[in-house]
């Protein structure tokens, strides 16, 4: 999960062949908490935009038991061309993570060290979108 600049909030590394929805609570929940202007903490984003992939019942109730505005494109009836000016900022942060060799191709058979990769990666973006 990224914001609206690309800079990831939230990395989980799931299975080549399970599907993203299934981890889509877990990634919600490992947003850090994000301080307000007023002092206020606010947990999770207000308005996510995701794919026609999470529209499924269970995603669209993980957002309403968190208070989250539903953005999700509808199969059949929403084309493809909204969420899709939302979802570039999505595949240009993947293709930074891209960059790392480790985290292209998966070199290590063993889940703890690519685990331990994905975060090296996602701060060293952080790192060079500080001015």
């Known amino acids: 999960m990224v914001d609206r600049a690309g800079i990831p909030l ?3 590394p799931t299975g080549a062949n ?5 981890v889509f609570e877990e990634l919600l929940d490992a947003i850090p908490p ?18 026609k992939a999470y529209d499924i019942p269970r995603c669209r109730a993980a ?3 968190r208070h989250i505005r539903v953005r999700i494109a509808r199969k059949g009836i929403d084309s493809s061309a909204r969420p899709g000016r939302h979802r570039w900022v999505v595949e240009r942060t993947l293709a930074w993570l891209n960059r790392f060799r480790r985290l292209t191709v998966r070199y290590e058979r063993r889940a703890d060290i690519h685990r331990a990769f ?6 060293l973006i952080c790192w060079t979108a500080l001015p």
């Open 10 to 12: 939230a990395a989980l």
């Open 18 to 22: 399970r599907h993203e929805s299934v």
């Open 34 to 51: 994000t301080k307000q202007p007023n002092g206020r903490r606010r947990k999770r984003p207000s308005k996510p935009h995701a794919d």
């Open 63 to 65: 957002l309403r038991r």
């Open 118 to 123: 994905l975060p090296l990666g996602c701060a």
